[in-house]
């Protein structure tokens, strides 16, 4: 079935250090989702990605979809301590019933 | 926003008891409900698909009997835990997609820890 697997599984950075998670698919994906679920918290939607080699931003963060739709990027840059959470990329696969797959989430922490 | 409330937010059982888990869209109907399953520091898994007034889709592996889902209105779907035992011991947490806006997304109810002793 569908995967989606995502890396690095925990990244710790300095407050102002730039952060990146990927996320690939093992299927060509319709679209793909990002969610951050603070310490303690449930999954909040960030932003879908559709088109082939979309690139979205929302302030210090950049969402990028491959031009394969296979795999998707989120980079944050200059990072601050509340960017503290986990990351999820979440792939939805065509004739898959409208499910999302979650990859395995990247947790983020910021020394300030 | 959108609203997805889940109650209860903390259950502790016996071994043995059925728990029942209830997710509610407050102000939107969702005719579709999503129901995972999280370890700690783990990813979401899907255990089913809860679709209102039909019988839930469930993931492979996901077994029927013990995870009992009901999606009885647009704004409520239950799971019920039944005869739990410490290997259930989970964060379960539902989602209900809002259909027709524009990304389609999934808005996450608060979750609810269950312990079974």
């Known amino acids: 079935g569908q995967q989606v697997m995502q890396i690095p599984q925990y990244q710790h950075v300095q407050e102002g250090e730039d952060f990146t998670t990927y996320c690939n698919s093992s299927t060509t994906l319709s679209n793909i989702q990002w969610y951050k679920q603070r310490p303690g918290g449930h999954p909040v939607f960030l932003i879908q990605?559709?088109?082939?080699?979309e690139v979205k931003k929302q302030k210090r963060l950049t969402f990028q979809f491959g031009e394969a739709k296979k795999n998707s990027s989120l980079h944050i840059t200059a990072t601050q301590t509340t960017d503290v959470g986990t990351y999820f990329c979440a792939g939805r696969g065509y004739n898959q019933g409208g499910k999302l797959i979650f990859g395995q989430g990247t947790e983020l922490s910021v020394k300030p | 926003g959108a609203v997805v409330s889940q109650h209860p937010s903390r259950v502790i059982c016996k071994s043995g008891t059925s728990v029942k888990i209830e997710c509610r869209s407050l102000d939107f109907q969702a005719t579709t409900m999503f129901w995972y399953r999280q370890f700690p520091k783990q990813s979401l898994m899907l255990m089913a698909t809860?679709?209102?007034?039909?019988?839930?889709?469930?993931e492979q592996g996901v077994e029927k009997d013990k995870f009992l889902i009901n999606h009885a209105s647009l704004t409520l779907s239950t799971l019920t835990v039944t005869s739990a035992h410490p290997e259930d011991s989970s964060f379960y947490i539902c989602?209900?997609?809002?259909?027709?806006?524009?990304?389609?997304?999934?808005?996450f109810g608060p979750g609810t820890r269950l312990t079974v002793l």
């Open positions: 989602s209900a997609r809002l259909s027709g806006s524009f990304y389609n997304e999934q808005f």
């Open positions: 990605l559709v088109k082939s080699g």
């Open positions: 809860s679709n209102e007034g039909s019988k839930a889709t469930y």
